[in-house]
């Protein structure tokens, strides 16, 4: 049995004689050229976000509580300024040794006296202290060099499926959405890396990080800035629902890579029951959540139908439903009636 194009959806399931109760809902065939459309339209979103993400990696850029190491040389009494030595037990959160940009982003040097360096490159920040350090009066032809010695102004923060989740700082190397996994310890065996969101200034930006590199595009051109978070989404969490006549009605889960299709998620629930199950009747209920849900339909009674099951893409929270043949609706239809007759014939022995 085909189903007619864009049919009304019926409010209960019938026989082709039925008439179908109508909703505001249509059906929709899968068929190849309805699987290129949707594949299409899911691309052309994605690209267009992932373009405003995309950008090039700038230079660090000072902050309070960055740690400097600066160096006068032929001066080793200026050496005294960075203090002692800490001990080698000392705590992960002390301080490295060095000159501590205070919290309105100040820098204190001898010679120099106190100057603004948060904003600054480690660059800027070295000329800027060899300008002062030159001045008439100090040093003659000074030579300096500024590095950092512990990052701690700048960070970001993952959460969700990663090993070790929390904040991770960034520093002198280009902190990229997979620079920043990696130092939160990699991907869990429970990551479904085509639910990556990023929360920056108030807004979520969804990341289909598998299917990016799938489209030759590298999730290493979105950079990431301060006080952003990278949150994983478990493969639990974004499953399909599997109903109705089947052998095992379950919650189909994705691959780590997100990839979950009709045929996968059929398989999952141990396939449909040949004694009780319609495979003409197989559907898809897409955003049932919200105000426009879509319903697509698949007639699996073909083995050439299965081909379209495993190339239809199904999404997080899509609900599939095997309807039961004519068979199935009859013994439930009766077993419903029955009751009531029962209790009628009750009724008219005990009047009696």
């Known amino acids: 049995m085909r189903m007619p194009d864009n049919p009304t959806l019926p409010l209960s399931s019938g026989n082709a004689q039925t008439s179908p109760v109508n ?23 994605e690209s267009d976000l992932i373009s405003s993400l995309i950008g090039p990696a700038h230079p660090y850029v000072l902050g309070p509580g960055d740690v400097l190491q600066i160096t006068v040389w032929d001066h080793p009494e200026l050496a005294a300024a960075l203090g002692t030595m800490q001990q080698t037990n000392a705590r992960p959160s002390d301080p490295a040794q060095g000159f501590v940009i205070d919290e309105k982003g100040n820098l204190q040097f001898p010679y120099a006296g106190t100057f603004h360096v948060a904003g600054l490159t480690v660059e800027q920040a070295q000329q800027r202290l060899l300008e002062l350090l030159s001045m008439p009066g100090r040093f003659v032809k000074p030579q300096v060099t500024v590095r950092v010695e512990s990052y701690r102004s700048n960070q970001v923060y993952v959460d969700g499926e990663v090993r070790t989740p929390g904040a991770v700082q960034i520093n002198d190397v280009p902190m990229t959405v997979y620079e920043a996994i990696n130092r939160a310890g990699g991907f869990t065996a429970n990551a479904d890396e085509s639910q990556v969101k990023l929360v920056r200034d108030g807004m979520s930006y969804p990341l289909d990080l598998a299917g990016m590199i799938a489209r030759g595009q590298n999730p290493a051109g979105i950079m990431l800035k301060k006080g952003d978070l990278l949150r994983v989404s478990t493969r639990a969490d974004n499953g399909a629902y599997v109903l109705g006549e089947v052998n095992r009605p379950t919650t189909a889960v994705p691959t780590i890579n997100g990839e979950l299709t009709l045929g996968e998620a059929i398989s999952q629930a141990g396939s449909i029951n040949p004694a009780s199950a319609d495979a003409a009747q197989i559907f898809v209920i897409r955003g049932s959540l919200g105000g426009k849900p879509e319903v697509y339909h698949l007639n699996a009674r073909s083995p050439v139908a299965m081909v379209l099951a495993n190339q239809f893409t199904l999404r997080p929270k899509d609900i599939v439903y095997v309807d039961g043949n004519g068979l199935v609706r009859f013994n439930r239809f009766l077993s419903l009636l029955l009751p009531a007759i029962d209790a009628g014939l009750t009724g008219a022995i005990l009047t009696k």
């Open 23 to 45: 909703l505001p809902v249509t059906i929709e065939d899968i068929t190849i050229d309805l699987i290129k459309e949707l594949k299409a339209g899911r691309k052309d979103g």
